[in-house]
Nanobody, 130 residues
Framework: VQLQASGGGLVQAGGSLTLSCAAP????????MSWFRQAPGKGREGVSC????????YYSDSVKGRFTVSRDNAKNTVSLQIHSLEPEDTAVYYC????????????????????????WGRGTQVTVSS
C-alpha cells in the first residue's frame, strides 16, 4: 500500500490544519489507519488511530481534545484535523496502516503482513511558530 500524506505547513500557534492521507491505488477500507509524528531529535510518537469502519478512534494524551481523526472510505481518505496548534506539535506527520496507538503515544502493529509491519506514507511537515 502506497500512502500519501499531505496538508502540512507553517502555522502560528493557536492555528489549525487538516492533514490528509490517501492511497491512490489501494482501498484503505479494511485497514485501521494511524497517524504518527516525529519531532526533530525525537523518536516517533503515535498520535491517533481510527477503526476500519470509522466508529472508533483513539488519541494520545498529548493531542486529545485538539486532534480529530476521521475517514471517508468512499473517498479512500483519512484526515487528521489539528486545532489549537502548539510549537510542541512541530514535527513530520505520517500515516500508516494497522497500528493501535495508546494514550502514552506508544503503538503496536496489529496487521498480518509479517516483518513488513504495515505501510507508511511519506510524511508531511507541520511547523508551528510561537
Amino acid at each position: 500500500v502506497q500512502l500519501q500524506a499531505s496538508g502540512g505547513g507553517l502555522v502560528q500557534a493557536g492555528g489549525s490544519l487538516t492533514l490528509s492521507c490517501a492511497a491512490p491505488r489501494v482501498s484503505l477500507e479494511n485497514y485501521v489507519m494511524s497517524w504518527f509524528r516525529q519531532a526533530p531529535g525525537k523518536g516517533r510518537e503515535g498520535v491517533s488511530c481510527i477503526s476500519a469502519s470509522g466508529d472508533r478512534s483513539y488519541y494520545s494524551d498529548s493531542v486529545k481534545g485538539r486532534f480529530t481523526v476521521s475517514r471517508d472510505n468512499a473517498k479512500n481518505t483519512v484526515s487528521l484535523q489539528i486545532h489549537s496548534l502548539e510549537p510542541e506539535d512541530t514535527a513530520v506527520y505520517y500515516c500508516a496502516t494497522d497500528y493501535l496507538v495508546s494514550e502514552d503515544g506508544s503503538y503496536m502493529y496489529i496487521g498480518d503482513d509479517g516483518a513488513k509491519k504495515g505501510s507508511w506514507g511519506r510524511g508531511t511537515q507541520v511547523t508551528v511558530s510561537s
